[in-house]
């Protein structure tokens, strides 16, 4: 055997069942291996294509995502993959080709420091000389990118190190002195939490992405149901509650719910669970939730006090975490529900005042209008995937979630261009969800090669470009914060999105009435097979409520928006 | 600012130095000096680290920050425990005739040693902790400083207990 089948066979021993990739000189065997032993592969149009997609479907599935690159510009083109994916923590294995051994360090043709480069975006990474160290690398990669805090590991391989020959046997085990992977809490951090509890009065449970990636949501619905107290989240928390849970008031900080901020700014006790206080999330952070006790649920002990100061920590993998925190509150034998309702009750009022919202305006299409009429046509098992920008916010605004794994964004990076090959890879991952994808006229350019793949893969991705004519977010900031100058945000190209489509492959369809949302819309959404929607939607819409750069979360801007 | 040691074990591998300093520069910690060396055991390798923090809690970052790198077997804060310090630097100065008896007497009352002499200057050497270097250091500014390198401090505790064990 060689170094390229032995990764292949490592590959089917982790029970990866698809890779994402584009061939090249440096993984030349690597590819040869693919068509000799029929290795499921989807070709992309771009690395950033494929590791998007890997992106996606490992957010989708819970499994690692895998990427082939080659060496140089294969491998520098998933950068942005790779550091969106490690700022929120998603699990991917990147196998890159380099250069071969007698060639590293030459500046030799296609060849680029990976390893240097990778190196403060991934959780790990490798760089593999000689063929002996292949099977372990592999064994310890997966285990590493899908262990603890999962994230992205890198593991740049020699040319000839492919094509060498090796006496192959995958370790069974993984050694590592400085990392087991395993987070069990402490039982007296538990006990304090649940002493918090007893004590307050106005808590809030804030739900973090930690909770969809270690599959817990329905450790944290239990605690919401016993404890009767309403629940925001995170960008990347939408989905651990469902939507329609009573209680659930959307998500929190920059854009989030009005009544979010307000009750995270009243509320005394913050229980915290697997998210890490991103500046997205807390406004001005000394302002941030004044009044309360902050405890932090967390299985990264570097998290704890990083950005916001934590009263008390319940370190731990929360599959152990929360569990017993649900036990330990049974134990206690309190009417909890009954003791908070009146403050639950404020909190929901509030919601209802200040729900998110927009207002009507002839026969235009209102963005809010578009995507809660998308939620509506979708069934609870709908897979949203958002790109970045104003759409991304309206997204997670209107579009209801009622399942982890269900809204995939690029919360931490904000990377524009991720969405069509994340949505193409979730849907890849789970065939049996619909997928729909929330773009702009802006991010859908940005990777829009991937319409290719789709088309030729008959990948049933319905993509939904809310069409303003601007980089709408940008846009945004620029007639709050700059004057209206419009300083190199405007679109208004001769680009036709609808061409596009049908250029690639696909079915295209352009919106631009208000009443087409009731009489097309249904008919697109209904059909088997991708498609793009390209609907106009009016230039000058902001996203509201806001929470303005610097400000605390009960300074608010609401606007319209009632 | 307060200055703190630490003591970092960590696996013996190619790149682990880039992963450390990379964790260091992307963090923005403020390192004031880095070394490292074999040790007892051949698969580790001992990273020295002089870091200065604001508070505390900055310093709790650098230690979970680095410890979350993988090949990062252990971190000890040998600040918190009882250990001894040294640094060693070596300090090339203008001497002549004129003034090299001086120079002498100076290395003398500092412990130092002279490792080096040609017609125009001296090489001084000296192990000790850093107030002390900087103290030699000081001193010898009256004469023509031509070079110095230092490799910043190091440290192991008291007692029988090693790091690993900590
Ligand atoms: C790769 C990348 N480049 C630049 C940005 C900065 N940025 C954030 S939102 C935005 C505008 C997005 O425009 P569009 O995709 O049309 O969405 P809209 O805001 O109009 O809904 C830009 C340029 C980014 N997030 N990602």
Redesign the pocket.
């Known amino acids: 055997m060689n170094g390229a089948q032995a990764v292949l066979e490592s590959l089917k021993k982790e029970g990866v069942d698809v890779v994402f990739g584009y061939p090249g000189g440096a993984v030349l065997t690597l590819y040869d291996a693919v068509y000799k032993m029929k290795f499921p592969h989807v070709l992309t149009r771009h690395e950033q294509g494929a590791i998007h997609a890997a992106d996606g479907y490992a957010r989708a599935t819970g499994k690692v995502g895998v990427v082939f690159a080659t060496s140089g510009p294969g491998a520098t083109n998933l950068i942005?993959g790779i550091a969106t994916a490690c700022t929120d923590s998603v699990p991917l294995v990147c196998i890159t080709g380099q250069v071969a051994n007698p060639y590293i360090g030459k500046d030799s043709f296609q060849e680029a420091d990976i390893f240097g480069i990778t190196t403060p975006i991934t959780k790990h990474n490798y760089l593999v000389k000689d063929v002996k160290e292949l099977p372990h690398v592999l064994k310890e990669a997966f285990f590493i990118a899908r262990t603890g805090r999962k994230g992205p590991v890198v593991i740049d391989v020699a040319k000839d190190v492919f094509d060498a020959k090796i006496d192959y046997k995958y370790p069974e085990t993984v050694t590592l002195r400085g990392y087991s992977g395993v987070y069990d809490g402490h039982e007296e951090e538990i006990a304090a939490a649940v002493e918090a509890v007893r004590k307050a009065e106005r808590p809030l449970i804030f739900a973090g992405g930690g909770i969809i990636s270690s599959d817990t949501a329905d450790e944290v619905q239990k605690l919401a149901q016993k404890l009767g107290v309403p629940v925001t989240s995170t960008l990347l928390g939408l989905g651990s509650v469902p939507a329609d849970t009573e209680g659930f008031l959307g998500f929190a900080g920059m854009h989030g719910s009005y009544a979010s901020n307000m009750a995270i700014q009243k509320c005394d006790l913050l229980l915290c669970i697997g998210m890490r206080f991103s500046d997205r999330v807390t406004g001005r952070v000394d302002g941030f939730a004044p009044k309360a006790k902050i405890v932090h649920f967390e299985l990264d002990r570097a998290e704890i006090n990083k950005n916001v100061t934590a009263d008390l920590q319940v370190l731990g993998d929360l599959r152990w975490t929360l569990p017993r925190f649900n036990e330990q509150l049974a134990a206690v034998g309190e009417s909890f529900a009954e003791k908070f309702k009146g403050w639950k009750d404020e909190v929901l009022k509030m919601h209802k005042e200040h729900p998110f919202s927009f207002v009507e305006q002839g026969d235009v299409i209102k963005?809010g209008a578009l995507i809660r009429k998308v939620s509506e046509l979708s069934d609870k098992d709908t897979i949203a995937v958002t790109?970045?920008?104003?759409?991304?916010m309206?997204a997670a605004q209107f579009f209801d979630v009622f399942k982890p794994r269900h809204f995939l964004t690029s919360g931490g990076?904000?990377?524009?261009?991720y969405g069509l090959p994340a949505a193409m890879g979730a849907k890849i991952g789970a065939p049996q969800s619909k997928v729909v994808l929330f773009?702009?006229?802006?991010?859908?350019m940005?990777n829009c090669q991937e319409f290719a793949t789709i088309a030729d893969n008959n990948i049933d991705v319905k993509v939904v470009i809310?069409?303003?004519c601007?980089?709408?977010?940008?846009?945004?900031w620029q007639r709050l914060f700059y004057n209206h100058h419009y300083s190199q945000?405007e679109?208004k190209g001769k680009t036709d999105f609808v061409k596009l489509a049908e250029a690639m492959g696909l079915k295209g369809y352009r919106l631009t009435k208000k009443e087409e949302l009731d009489t097309v819309l249904p008919q697109i959404m209904a059909e088997e097979g991708p498609a793009l929607i390209d609907v106009l939607i009016p230039e000058e819409e902001d996203v509201l409520p806001m929470v303005p750069g610097g400000k605390r979360l009960d300074q608010m801007v609401l606007g319209g928006s009632k | 600012m307060k200055k703190y040691l630490l003591a970092v074990l960590v696996d013996n591998k190619p790149g682990v130095l880039t992963h450390v300093s990379g964790l260091i520069s992307r963090r923005a910690f403020n390192i004031e000096s880095i070394s490292a060396g074999y040790t007892e055991e051949p698969d580790v390798t001992r990273i020295n680290i002089v870091v200065s923090v604001e508070s505390k809690n900055e310093l709790d970052q650098v230690v979970t920050q680095l410890g979350k790198l993988i090949d990062v077997i252990k971190i000890v804060n040998l600040s918190e425990v009882e250990s001894i310090e040294r640094e060693l630097v070596m300090i090339k100065v203008r001497a002549d005739k004129s003034n090299r008896a001086e120079l002498i007497d100076i290395v003398n009352i500092f412990r130092a040693s002279i490792v080096d002499v040609s017609q125009e200057n001296v090489v001084i050497e000296l192990t000790g902790q850093q107030s002390k270097i900087d103290g030699i250091i000081e001193v010898l500014s009256e004469y023509e400083i031509i070079e110095i390198a230092r490799t910043g401090a190091i440290a192991l505790s008291r007692g029988p207990v090693p790091v690993k064990r900590m």
């Open positions: 942005t963005p790109d970045v920008g104003q759409h991304q309206w990076q904000g990377t524009m261009g773009t702009g006229d802006g991010s859908i940005m809310v069409h303003n601007i980089l709408g977010m940008v846009g945004q945000s679109l």
